[in-house]
């Protein structure tokens, strides 16, 4: 049997994350979600060898320790892991941040509003997307 | 030599007459009392001496007697024909004739050696008399003191009666080494005067010894004064300048004394009356014996004097004054050691007169320039030229002054007694105007008399007769007045100046010396005491001082410039991250409000309502932090300035806002086509959108009825220019930035704002209406607006008053000097 393809959400927010949990519940296609607190256990994560690479890295912008910006840098800087993709999930619209990431390689950029339901709604249609109609990089399973 | 009484007469009284003497040498004794004119008296060449003495005129190659006074067969013993034409030596005997002969020489060769040899012993005798020998009249026994002086290649022997006994030899100098001393530890100018007369007196025993200051204009006053106590006091009297002609101060620039032995002495005249070689007069400017002019005499008669003695006293080779000593007890005996004495003092006090003043005006300054350092330390110290006249000190304390004004920020700050403002906005006008206050390296002008050179002030010439001015900047109107008050403080004139000399003397039609000496107290007006140099200088320092004060201020200043803006970047930098931050824990506070609602079966409708508005506040914080992010970035964007078509912008901005104006009648005017201006279109597009969003919002009206249009340059200058007249001016804050820019404005017929509250709408988040009036919002929306303009260097006003609407207007200039710089960004 296949393994669920596997999310990584890089968040220190536990209210955040777990809105996040729910909207995994809530798509269509099952999916195993993996999360860190930091841009640093995220490396981690990803580095490890052996491991399958994930299907989606959703990447919040301001965690402590490394934060998103420098994490996402180093993903699509590092060979193995530049075709992850990876979303930002973000509080910020600043225009900066938007350029920062799409330069860095970041594969959208998405805000996250205060208000609970859209929060959710805007969570479940972005990984919708992503694990249902995404026609994911052939690489991905391969390397193992 | 015999010219009939009669002609002299007829001659004076011609409309044009020639002197008496037309044609011939003058003779005091026989013309003096046909001066029209002091002014034309041959004072110098009187041809006569004083009667108590005898003077020889000798031929230098051989001693020969040329001339001789009349008087010689009475003081000498031998009448002037058994003298003319003979050699010295048969009057004198060979000894005092080859003492003089030896003097003769080496002052010649001292003539000669000037500037080799220094240190001299003998004396230069060219138009100096020096004491020769003593000569024994043979007739009548008694000791008389020979002097000797060469003028115009004559030698001049004079013999007085030497008034000491016949072996004693008095030291001149050990007779004033002592006011020598005294003299040299002045201090001050009214200190030396007044040693110098005690001193004068002491050693001369003269009833009276004064010194006289001549004035810039030439009228002189008794500025120290000894006397004997019985006589009146003429301290402080003024005395016009016809009373010392310009012959006789001419006379005191050349010589140091003037000896008058007896007012009624008489006269004897040279015989021959001149030269028999050169035909020429006797100059006798340097002679003892010189016989004084009838004027004088009589101007002495009329004070009831009797003998005088006046020395100059010289100040850089101009005449300062004199010591001038009155006798009232009949004939005066000052012999030549005595009068040699005399001389000393005066050159003594005219070597020590700078001096003297120098250690008054040191004194002055250091007070001076202790006050104004006071004055800079405390206007450095408080920041301000204000603080010159907060005081104590204040600019008035430093210089001798009656009040004083500055002129900064654009106004007057006084103190003491000045002009009105009005009165010195026209007086600074005028001043700047000057070319004295355009000099680079001395920008300062200062009268006591400033009605002569500005009429306008005769009518605050009380307070303000004397103006000292400087100009701390050239660029700007900055200026610095002292004033000094009207001296109507009175002249006491020793006599009336004004009823001299049209009155017809006792010898006829001529001018007579003033005969009363009462006294007259006359107002001078429009005048003040006059500024002296020390003061001008301490002026022209202070100005200086104040002018590093400025600099180290502007350096300041930009030093507290760079702060503000690194501090603001700071505070924008800290806006973005806290709201930011904030977010996240506002979102899982509205999440949990969410959840606990939704699964709230068993609550109470209480209770359900809290929930309601824990999730309502949450949404609420969350636009307020979006206004906050936003406003911290307006400040920290870049301006991208550009030709925009202002009518555009507001078409965008009105469909912005269209989902505002709801099912509410509402009627947007532009009056006119817009204009076009340079600005950033984001930036405009903004400021147009808040405007008309507030204007929409804060409306109670049937219809709301906008109106966005603009003002042209000169329709802002004219408007200005009305405004400055009315009273309107300054509680309509239209700013002066404005003038000769566009205007743009968007006018509603809105609620309108308190006039109490105009300042607030601009704050942040200041609200001045309840939270969820008039459809909620933030407050930001004019803050930002604010921000929005002054980025670009504008500024944004307002006309409003309740239930009648708002006006907003704002410009961006139309260069993009102004703009502040670009803050850092600092991404959170």
């Given at each position: 049997?296949?393994?669920l393809p ?5 968040e220190?927010?536990?209210e955040d994350a777990?809105?996040?949990q729910?909207?995994?519940?809530r798509c ?5 979600l993996c999360?860190v607190?930091s ?6 994560l990803l580095?490890?060898a ?6 989606l890295v ?8 490394m934060?998103g910006?420098e994490?996402?840098r180093?993903i699509?800087s ?7 993709p ?17 330069r860095a390689g970041a594969n ?11 929060h959710?709604?805007?969570m ?5 997307y ?12 391969v390397?193992? | 030599m ?5 002609s ?9 007459p020639?002197p008496?003497w037309?044609?011939?040498a003058?003779?005091?004794k ?8 002091c002014?034309?008296?041959?004072v ?7 009667a108590?003495?005898?003077l020889?005129?000798l031929?230098a ?7 001789v006074s ?10 002037p024909?058994?003298l ?7 009057l ?8 003089l002969q030896?003097?003769?020489q080496?002052?010649v060769?001292q003539?000669?050696?000037q500037g080799?040899?220094?240190g001299?012993q ?5 138009r ?5 020998f ?7 026994g008694?000791a008389?003191d020979a ?7 004559v030698v001049?022997l004079?013999f007085?009666a030497?008034g000491r006994?016949d ?6 100098y050990a007779l004033?080494?002592?006011s ?8 001050t100018?009214?200190?030396?005067g007044?040693?110098a007369?005690?001193e ?6 003269l009833?009276r010894v004064?010194v006289?200051?001549f004035?810039?204009?030439g009228h ?7 006397r004997r106590d019985?006589?009146?006091s003429w301290?402080g009297?003024?005395?016009?300048a016809?009373?010392i002609p310009?012959?006789?101060r001419?006379?005191?620039?050349q010589?140091?004394?003037?000896p008058?032995?007896?007012?009624d002495g ?6 021959p ?12 400017t340097?002679?003892?014996l ?14 009831r004097v ?11 080779d101009?005449l300062?004054?004199?010591i ?18 005399c001389?000393?003092l ?15 005006h040191?004194?002055?300054?250091q ?5 104004q350092?006071?004055?800079v ?13 907060d005081g104590?000190?204040?600019?008035l ?9 500055l002129?900064?920020?654009d106004?007057?700050?006084c103190?003491?007694?000045t002009p ?9 006008d005028?001043?700047?105007?000057r ?10 002008f200062?009268?006591?008399?400033l009605?002569?050179h ?5 009518a ?10 400087i100009?701390l900047s050239?660029?700007?109107?900055n200026?610095?007045l002292w004033?000094?008050?009207e001296?109507?403080?009175t002249?006491?004139?020793g006599g009336?100046?004004h009823?001299?000399?049209t009155?017809v ?10 005969a009363s000496?009462?006294?007259?107290i ?10 002296l140099?020390v ?5 022209m320092?202070?100005?200086?001082l104040?002018m590093?004060l400025?600099v ?8 507290l410039n ?10 924008d930098a800290?806006a973005y991250?806290?709201?930011?931050d904030?977010k ?10 969410h959840q606990l609602a939704?699964?709230a079966g068993?609550?109470?409708e209480?209770?359900?309502q809290?929930l ?8 609420r914080?969350d ?5 906050l992010?936003?406003f911290?970035?307006v400040g920290?964007?870049?301006l ?8 555009e ?5 009105l469909?912005?806002?269209?989902a505002?104006r ?9 009056p006119?086509?817009?204009p076009h ?9 903004e400021?147009?959108t808040?405007l ?7 409306n ?10 603009w003002?042209a340059p ?18 309509r804050g239209?700013p002066s ?6 205007v743009?404005?968007v006018?509603?017929n ?8 105009i300042?607030q ?6 609200r001045?209406h ?6 909620g ?5 004019l803050t930002i607006?604010?921000?929005l303009?002054?980025?670009?260097g504008?500024e944004v006003?307002i006309?409003?008053?309740?239930g009648?609407g ?5 410009f961006l200039?139309?260069?993009d000097?102004?703009l502040?710089?670009?803050?850092a960004?600092?991404?959170?």
């Open positions: 049997m296949m393994p596997e999310i990584i959400l890089v220190d927010s536990d777990d809105t996040v729910q909207a995994v519940q269509s296609t099952p999916a195993r999360r607190q841009g640093d256990a995220c490396l981690v580095q490890q052996q491991r399958e690479l994930p299907a959703l990447m919040d912008l301001n965690t402590h320790g934060d910006r994490t996402l180093l699509k590092d060979p193995r892991l530049a075709t992850v990876v979303v930002v999930i973000s509080t910020s619209a600043n225009p900066r941040d938007l350029e920062h990431c799409y959208a950029y998405h805000l996250k509003p205060v208000r609970y339901t859209e959710l709604e805007a479940v249609a972005v990984l919708g992503w694990l249902d109609r995404v026609v994911a990089h052939p690489g991905r399973g390397q193992s | 015999n010219t009939s009484s009669t002299v007469a007829s001659d004076a009284s011609s409309v044009a020639q008496a037309h044609g011939q003058y003779s005091t026989r013309f003096g009392i046909s001066i029209t004119d002014d034309s008296e041959p110098q060449t009187p041809g006569c001496v004083q108590h003495g005898a020889l005129v031929r190659a051989d001693l020969t007697i040329a001339q009349e008087n010689s067969a009475a003081v000498l013993g031998t009448a024909a058994a003319l034409g003979r050699p010295l030596q048969e004198v005997g060979p000894g005092n004739a080859a003492r030896a003097m003769l080496q002052s060769q003539a000669v050696q080799v040899k220094q001299a003998a004396p230069d005798i060219e100096n008399p020096s004491y020769v003593t000569h024994t009249a043979l007739h009548t008694l008389l002097s000797v002086h060469t003028v115009e290649g001049v004079e007085e030497t006994g072996s004693e030899q008095r030291d001149f004033i080494r002592r020598v001393a005294q003299l040299q530890r002045a201090t100018l009214s200190a030396l007044d040693i007369c005690a004068v007196r002491a050693l001369t025993g009833d004064m006289y200051r004035h810039d204009d002189g006053e008794v500025f120290c004064e000894s019985d006589l009146p301290l009297l003024h005395y016009p016809q009373d310009e012959p006789a001419e006379v005191f620039r010589t140091w004394i003037r008058l032995r007896d007012v008489g006269l004897a005249e040279l015989l009356l001149t030269h028999p070689d050169s035909g020429r007069p006797l100059r006798m340097h002679c003892a010189r016989a004084p002019s009838v004027m004088y005499t009589e101007y002495l008669r009329n004070m009797t003998a005088s003695l006046t020395l100059s006293i010289r100040r850089d101009k300062w004054g004199l001038a000593g009155h006798h009232y007890s009949g004939p005066f005996d000052m012999p030549y050691d005595l009068r040699a004495a001389e000393l005066a050159q003594i006090v005219s070597l020590q007169h700078a001096a003297a003043e120098e250690r008054e040191a004194a002055y300054r007070r001076i320039d202790s006050v350092q006071q004055l330390t405390q206007a450095a110290h408080e920041g301000g030229l204000a603080a010159l006249l104590p000190p204040t600019l304390d430093g210089l001798d002054t009656g009040g004083t004004a002129y900064h920020r106004r007057w700050w103190a003491g007694s009105s403002e009005k009165e010195l906005d026209a007086l600074g005028w001043l700047t105007a070319p004295e206050m355009q000099l680079r390296d001395r920008p300062l200062a009268t006591d008399q009605s002569v500005y009429p306008p002030g005769q605050f010439a009380s307070v303000a007769s004397g103006l000292l001015a100009a050239r660029s700007a109107k200026l610095v004033f000094r008050p001296t109507t403080q002249v006491r004139w009336n100046p009823d001299k000399p009155v003397g006792p010898h006829g039609a001529r001018l007579t010396p003033r000496f009462e006294l007259f006359e107002s001078v007006r429009g005048r003040s005491k006059p500024w140099a003061e001008l200088e301490a002026a320092r202070f100005r200086m104040m590093e400025i180290a201020r502007a350096d300041q200043l930009a030093g760079a702060d503000l803006a690194r501090s603001n970047d700071e505070l800290f991250v806290a709201s930011h904030l996240e824990p506002l979102r899982g506070i509205h999440k949990y409000a939704e699964n068993q609550l109470g209480a209770d359900l809290r309601a508005g824990l999730t309502r506040l949450t949404l914080m636009t307020l932090l979006d206004s992010l936003h911290s970035r920290r964007a870049e991208l300035l550009e030709d925009c078509d202002v009518g912008v507001v078409e965008e901005a469909d912005m806002v269209a505002r709801g099912d509410k009648p509402t009627h947007i005017e532009v006119r086509p817009l201006v340079r600005a950033d279109r984001v930036r405009l597009r400021i147009y808040n008309l969003s507030n204007a929409l919002k804060y109670q009206q049937a219809s709301t009825n906008i109106e966005i249009g003002l000169h329709e802002v200058a004219a408007r200005h220019a009305y405004t400055a007249n009315t009273a309107q001016a300054k509680t239209w930035a404005a003038n000769a820019q566009t743009l404005y006018r509603d809105g609620i309108g704002i308190e006039p109490r509250h300042d709408v601009f704050k942040m988040f200041r001045l309840g939270r969820d009036d008039y459809g919002g933030t407050g930001a929306g607006v604010r921000k303009v002054e980025r670009g504008g006003w006309e409003s008053a309740p009648q708002s006006c907003f207007y704002f200039p139309a260069e000097k102004p502040s710089p670009p803050q960004e600092n991404t959170p």
